[in-house]
């Protein structure tokens, strides 16, 4: 089983305090930071691009930045997320039909490979070709666009289905996911916990991370008992 990663979603951060925000999620036990970047097309909100991505790189030059790529033309921003210091590039399945095209540039810059899938896309859409080509697969628990929606849990099956099919990828789940949620999606398999609302929001962040990261180890402890 891949280890349990949690990924804050800079998006419910202060902005005008962005480093200093990764820095303390870092400090409070966050092993990635998750850089939701939405380019108007793909989703109607516009929010950051490699720009400031770089910046943070320069400040944080040891940040694990997963970039979650909401935009329209994945194959268009390789480069600069790569230049900017992005570690992992996530893009939408939905937003391509050459999937194959955008996994190899992604490669060939040395970054790690996500796949995307919405609420309304099945987890068949994500080919074993494609898959096993990627390093990571992204359910989405929220219509992507903002931060700070409800839950929706009709897509944790997802979850199980693409464990099922593949036992030793990261699977990560984003959107809606707090202490309230983690456990069906910890117990569907998801093994990297994007939160945004709910450790940002939380007096205590670095105990929101331990909380939710204990959650994903207890729910893998009970798969390998079964197993
Ligand atoms: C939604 C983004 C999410 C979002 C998560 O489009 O992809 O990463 O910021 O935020 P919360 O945890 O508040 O739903
Ligand atoms: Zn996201």
């Given at each position: 089983?891949?280890?349990?990663?949690?990924?804050p979603s800079v998006l419910a951060s202060d902005f005008g305090q962005l480093t200093a925000e990764c820095k303390r999620m870092m400090k409070d036990?966050a092993?990635?930071l998750h850089m939701d970047?939405m380019?108007?097309?793909?989703?109607?909100n516009i929010t950051m691009?490699?720009?400031i991505l770089?910046s943070v790189?320069?400040a944080i030059?040891?940040i694990?930045m997963?970039?979650?790529?909401?935009?329209?033309?994945?194959?268009?921003?390789?480069?600069?997320?790569?230049?900017?210091?992005?570690?992992?590039?996530?893009?939408?399945?939905?937003?391509?039909?050459?999937?194959?095209?955008?996994?190899?540039?992604?490669?060939?810059?040395?970054?790690?490979?996500?796949?995307?899938?919405?609420?309304?896309?099945?987890?068949?859409?994500?080919?074993?070709?494609?898959?096993?080509?990627?390093?990571?697969?992204?359910?989405?628990?929220?219509?992507?666009?903002r931060g700070g929606?409800?839950?929706?849990?009709?897509?944790?099956?997802?979850?199980?289905?693409?464990?099922?099919?593949?036992?030793?990828?990261?699977?990560?789940?984003?959107?809606?996911?707090?202490?309230?949620?983690?456990?069906?999606?910890?117990?569907?398999?998801?093994?990297?916990?994007?939160a945004g609302t709910a450790i940002f929001g939380a007096q205590d962040a670095a105990?929101v991370i331990?909380?939710?990261?204990?959650?994903?180890?207890?729910?893998?402890?009970?798969?390998?008992?079964?197993?």
């Amino acid at each position: 089983m891949p280890r349990a990663i949690i990924s804050p979603s800079v998006l419910a951060s202060d902005f005008g305090q962005l480093t200093a925000e990764c820095k303390r999620m870092m400090k409070d036990g966050a092993e990635w930071l998750h850089m939701d970047v939405m380019d108007g097309h793909f989703v109607p909100n516009i929010t950051m691009g490699a720009p400031i991505l770089t910046s943070v790189h320069k400040a944080i030059p040891d940040i694990f930045m997963d970039c979650h790529m909401m935009v329209a033309n994945p194959i268009q921003w390789v480069d600069d997320i790569a230049d900017a210091g992005g570690a992992l590039y996530c893009f939408h399945i939905e937003a391509t039909s050459d999937p194959l095209s955008v996994i190899k540039k992604v490669r060939s810059r040395n970054m790690q490979v996500g796949v995307a899938i919405s609420p309304d896309t099945p987890s068949t859409a994500i080919t074993d070709e494609v898959a096993e080509a990627s390093d990571m697969l992204l359910v989405m628990t929220v219509h992507p666009g903002r931060g700070g929606q409800k839950f929706i849990e009709a897509c944790v099956p997802k979850v199980a289905e693409l464990r099922a099919r593949f036992p030793e990828k990261n699977i990560e789940v984003d959107g809606g996911v707090g202490p309230k949620t983690i456990h069906v999606c910890a117990e569907a398999g998801s093994n990297v916990i994007v939160a945004g609302t709910a450790i940002f929001g939380a007096q205590d962040a670095a105990e929101v991370i331990k909380q939710l990261k204990a959650s994903v180890m207890a729910a893998q402890a009970k798969f390998a008992a079964k197993a």
